[in-house]
Nanobody, 122 residues
Framework: QVQLVESGGGLVQAGGSLRLSCAASGRTFSSYAMGWFRQAPGKEREFVAGISRSGGSHYYADVKGRFTISRDNAKNTVYLQMNSLKPEDTAVYYC????????????????WGQGTQVTVSS
């Protein structure tokens, strides 16, 4: 069982930055691939970025070059650094964990956090 708690969301102007954190419980954090997803009002939840157990990363095309995912296994935490934010990045951001290989499909992920709101004003 893994419990995930996101933090770091908030209101920021377009062009600004935020860093999201996701703290995981348990002693097996390093054995999970981690993903960040987001869901805007009226839209489906979508993959944003993911990091494998070995540290390899994968990004949704619209955020590549602006967002960076990283993990600190000693702190059981995964981060999402978001730069050059745009109003269309506004959404609730969720982190998720899977014991399987890194992927972009929601159904791969067994554990989810409660989400943190990111609002980007124009």
């Amino acid at each position: 069982q893994v419990q995930l708690v996101e933090s770091g969301g908030g209101l920021v102007q377009a062009g600004g930055s935020l860093r999201l954190s996701c703290a995981a419980s348990g002693r097996t954090f390093s054995s999970y691939a981690m993903g960040w997803f987001r869901q805007a009002p009226g839209k489906e939840r979508e993959f944003v970025a993911g990091i494998s157990r070995s540290g390899g990363s994968h990004y949704y095309a619209d955020v590549k070059g602006r967002f960076t995912i990283s993990r600190d296994n000693a702190k059981n935490t995964v981060y999402l650094q978001m730069n050059s934010l745009k109003p269309e990045d506004t959404a609730v951001y969720y982190c998720a964990a899977t014991p399987k290989a890194l992927g972009t499909t929601l159904s791969l992920y067994d554990y989810w956090g409660q989400g943190t709101q990111v609002t980007v004003s124009s």
